[in-house]
């Protein structure tokens, strides 16, 4: 059943491009940057988050800018994907009820958005690190791995909020809470050898910790990230999508009748 629908999918790959395309075109309209908002958005927090931190609350890491920047883009790809994708059934009722598609196509077309603004992102990181004396090496060749297994873990979770929201109107809310709070229990603004080792199993439960360190490994230590970590994280984003999507299939017969 599962993989009939991912194949209706892949039959509708055109109106998911479009999709896509259309919400990176009208995301910025009418705003005077335009779509230069999808780099400035993550300077200015990159500001804001060393400003305080390097100055105010002196944290003890060389180069700070760039130890935060090196992670945050991958958080704010996280984060803002999962918020938008909480509400995106709901606030495409009136598409769902006219038109006929795979209800899946939303969620999928918010997470690719999502890669493509990380994307953009990379094209102001990776000049920022060779300024910083921090240049490309053979362990970047870990990066299409690690933007694999967080699109699919990203996706995952996406499609269970997006299905959940449907019925459960406070859970877009709750979720900018639990977000907020999962974001000081990712080490994004901070190195792991702050944490006291008894909290350290926090971090060993939180798939976004261990890609967040992964990602810090290559573009800021310019080492190779833990193997055996990512290989568990990919194979329990995989069977989270399974799940989720299993979920999402079982609750979108419902949807018309909700939204």
């Known amino acids: ?42 300077l200015l927090m990159l500001i804001v988050y060393s400003t305080l931190f390097s100055i105010i609350l002196k944290m003890p890491v060389d180069n700070y800018p760039i130890f935060l920047f090196c992670t945050l883009l991958s958080w704010i790809f996280f984060q803002s994907t999962v918020q938008t994708s909480s509400s995106i059934i709901v606030n495409s009722g009136n598409l769902i009820k006219k038109v006929y598609f795979p209800h899946e ?3 999928i077309s918010v997470v690719l958005g999502g890669l493509l ?47 959940l929201t449907v019925f459960f109107r406070d859970m877009e809310h709750m979720l900018n809470i639990f977000l907020s709070a999962l ?35 290559v573009f800021y230590y310019n080492e190779s990230p833990n193997g055996i970590l990512l290989l568990i994280i990919g194979v329990i984003s995989i069977l989270l999508l399974a799940l989720s999507h299993y979920y999402f299939i079982k609750m979108k017969d419902k949807f018309i009748e909700e939204i």
Request: glycine share 4%; no cysteine; proline share 7%.
């Open 1 to 42: 059943m599962m993989l009939h629908d991912w194949k209706e999918i892949y039959k509708y790959r055109e109106f998911l491009k479009n999709n896509v395309l259309k919400d990176l075109r009208t995301r910025y309209k009418g705003s005077f940057f335009g779509f230069l908002w999808t780099l400035l958005n993550p």
């Open 183 to 217: 974001l000081y229990l990712t080490p994004v603004m901070y190195p792991l050898s702050m944490i006291p080792d008894k909290y350290l199993w926090l971090y060993n439960w939180n798939p976004m910790a261990i890609l967040i360190s992964s990602y810090r490994s």
């Open 117 to 163: 603004n990380y994307l953009f992102g990379l094209v102001v990181l990776i000049p920022a690190l060779i300024m910083y004396g921090y240049y490309p090496n053979i362990h970047y060749l870990w990066l299409p791995v690690l933007i694999l297994i967080q699109f699919i873990f990203t996706l995952a979770i996406s499609f269970f909020v997006a299905a």
């Open 105 to 107: 196509i939303m969620p």
